[in-house]
Nanobody
């Protein structure tokens, strides 16, 4: 079994910062790209930031310059540092990763359970 467990969400005032973490655990042979998505009430889930195994990153336009995605491959963990938060960043944030559970097994995509981020004005 593979689990992605997010932590670090919470309530913060506009202009503040939060750091999200997502740790992958279980039967893991290798991890590929990892990413953060978010879903606000009444809206579709959207990609916030992604990072490859080699460290290449990409960001949704509205978070460029404010959010930073990183990973620690020794800990099977991806992070999202969020600075200068705005009320429109309020959403449930989900971790996503491509994983293989054993040699020869196909890559599969996994989701975490989500963590709430609320930014007050």
């Amino acid at each position: 079994q593979v689990q992605l467990v997010e932590s670090g969400g919470g309530l913060v005032q506009a202009g503040g910062s939060l750091r999200l973490s997502c740790a992958a655990s279980g039967s893991i042979f290798s991890i590929g790209s990892m990413a953060w998505y978010r879903q606000a009430p009444g809206k579709q889930r959207e990609l916030v930031a992604g990072i490859t195994t080699g460290g290449r990153t990409n960001y949704e336009d509205s978070v460029k310059g404010r959010f930073t995605v990183s990973r620690d491959n020794t800990k099977n963990t991806v992070y999202l540092q969020m600075n200068s938060l705005k009320p429109e960043d309020t959403a449930v944030y989900y971790c996503n990763a491509d994983l293989r559970t054993a040699w020869g097994e196909p890559w599969r995509n996994y989701w975490g359970q989500g963590t709430q981020v609320t930014v007050s004005s």
